[in-house]
Every structure is written in structure tokens, then in C-alpha cells.
């Protein structure tokens, strides 16, 4: 006795056809939730400061501490911001401290203008001067450095911080500041 069954091969194309699409929709969906719960449980990035041991030829027996992050101006363009702290290893706790801010663009892309200070908002009224750090002459111009610590005792670690960069063709480059970032400048006064 020969059984005979009669299979339909648009129904198993169809079968397949649901079958894929299942999986595919099950799939995308689990990569998803993957990639969202990553964002979700995420720690958020912290720059960090650290501390270097000078070169005997730049600053004989000096310690440097620097916390350097890359920021982003208003035409895209990325910056790095890098304040620091050099200290002599034989510094008594009453030596004035003296705590810099050097930003640097792309070179090429934009000229500091050496001559003019560094203006500072919070965007809520409080306005900041850092002046330009006359001593720092040999650098590209693409390079800024400004005196940080006549302003970093009243900066507001918890609030976003607005720099705007003077350029040598008369317009500024303005750069947000996360507070974090903020708060970990003020901190290089602690050390």
C-alpha cells in the first residue's frame, strides 16, 4: 500500500516566507533592545586629571596636572581643551597657584588671536575675562593659552560653560563646556 500526500509548494514557500520574517523582526528587535539598554545603563564619560613627572629639560623637578578633553565649536570642528597645573616638587602650600587653559584647533583651520583675552558665560548673567597668557609666544596659530586661576574659584561646576575664542579675522569660535568638565577644572585648584 503506497500512501500519497499532496503538498502545496506555494504553501511551503509562503511557510518559509513567515518563517524568515519572524526571525529577522525577533532579531532586530533583540539588537535593539541591546543597544538601548546599553545606552540606558551606561555610565556617562568624566575626563579624568592626571599627574606627570615633568622633563628635567621643560620644568626640572615640577609636577604636571592636566585634565584634557575634546570639545566641538559651532562649525563642527573639534578642539582640544587642556587645563593644567605645573607645580614644583619643592612648592610650599603657600605659593600662589598657577593653573592655564590651552585650547587648540585643527591647524589651519582657525588663527587665535594671541592678543585678546578669553570671554566665559554660564549663559545666566555671570560674565569671566581670562586673559591671554603673554609668556606663551612660540606656538601655531591655531593655539590659545589663557590664565584660568584668577576666574576658577568662581566658575559654577554644576553649570554648562560658554567660551568664546577671538580670532585674528575679527569673528570668535564659540565651545560649550560640560559642567562636569567644568567641575573637574575647578578641582585642579585642589591639588
Known amino acids: 500500500m503506497q500512501f500519497i500526500t ?53 620644568f626640572p623637578g615640577s609636577l604636571l596636572y592636566k585634565s584634557q578633553w575634546s570639545l566641538v565649536d559651532q562649525a563642527g570642528r573639534t578642539w582640544q581643551a587642556i587645563a593644567f597645573q605645573v607645580r614644583s616638587t619643592e612648592a610650599q602650600p603657600t605659593d600662589p597657584l598657577v593653573i592655564k587653559l ?3 584647533g585643527f591647524p589651519g583651520s582657525v588663527a587665535i ?34 590664565e584660568l586661576q584668577p576666574i576658577l574659584s568662581q ?16 569673528t570668535t569660535v564659540d565651545l560649550k563646556v560640560p559642567p562636569f568638565l567644568v567641575e573637574e577644572w575647578v578641582s585642579l585648584g585642589d591639588r
Not at 539598554?37 to 628635567?56: C, D, K, N, Y
Open 102 to 104: 590651552r585650547l587648540v
Open 6 to 58: 499532496s503538498v502545496n509548494p506555494f504553501r511551503i514557500v509562503f511557510l518559509n516566507r513567515v518563517y524568515f520574517r519572524t526571525v529577522a523582526i525577533i532579531s532586530l528587535l533583540l539588537l535593539l533592545l541591546l543597544l538601548c539598554g546599553g545606552l540606558l545603563f551606561s555610565q556617562p564619560a568624566l575626563a579624568e586629571i592626571r599627574q606627570f613627572h615633568e622633563s628635567p629639560t621643560a
Open 155 to 170: 566658575l559654577d561646576p554644576k553649570t554648562a560653560l560658554y567660551l568664546s575664542v577671538a580670532t585674528t579675522d575679527g
Open 113 to 146: 588671536d594671541p592678543t585678546k583675552p578669553l570671554l566665559l558665560d554660564h549663559r545666566q548673567g555671570q560674565f569671566y575675562t581670562a586673559a591671554a597668557d603673554a609668556a606663551f609666544t612660540l606656538h601655531p596659530e591655531s593655539v590659545g593659552q589663557f
